[in-house]
Nanobody, 117 residues
Framework: QVQLEESGGGLAQAGGSLRLSCTTRTFSGSALGWVRQAPGRDREFVAGITLSGGTWYGDPAKGRFTIARDNAKNTVYLQMNRLKPEDTAVYYC?????????????GGQGTQVTVSS
């Protein structure tokens, strides 16, 4: 059984900040990250981090979001600053062998992020 806990979404105003967390012992040895999906739009890569801490960001996240992980806590974080209304989406914790193969962890409900203008 997959162990996964996503949290931290919510409502923010444009320019504000939110911090997402994902704890998953099942995928603690994998690359981790976040993907998002807004209504009517394709799923979009947000950010990923390797087990050793190498980070990658999708274009919408560059310069505004920071991904980090605490391997001792089996947790990956996404600090989102200077939020924009277009960041509104369901954010899913993702895992993969590499950052380029990140896919949402099955069983995850995602966490809703809503940014108001």
């Amino acid at each position: 059984q997959v162990q996964l806990e996503e949290s931290g979404g919510g409502l923010a105003q444009a320019g504000g900040s939110l911090r997402l967390s994902c704890t998953t012992r099942t995928f603690s040895g994998s690359a981790l990250g976040w993907v998002r999906q807004a209504p009517g739009r394709d799923r979009e890569f947000v950010a990923g981090i390797t087990l050793s801490g190498g980070t990658w960001y999708g274009d919408p996240a560059k310069g505004r979001f920071t991904i980090a992980r605490d391997n001792a806590k089996n947790t990956v974080y996404l600090q989102m600053n200077r939020l924009k209304p277009e960041d509104t989406a369901v954010y899913y914790c993702a895992a993969g062998d590499t950052v380029s193969t990140l896919t949402p962890i099955l069983g995850g409900q995602g966490t809703q992020v809503t940014v108001s203008s």
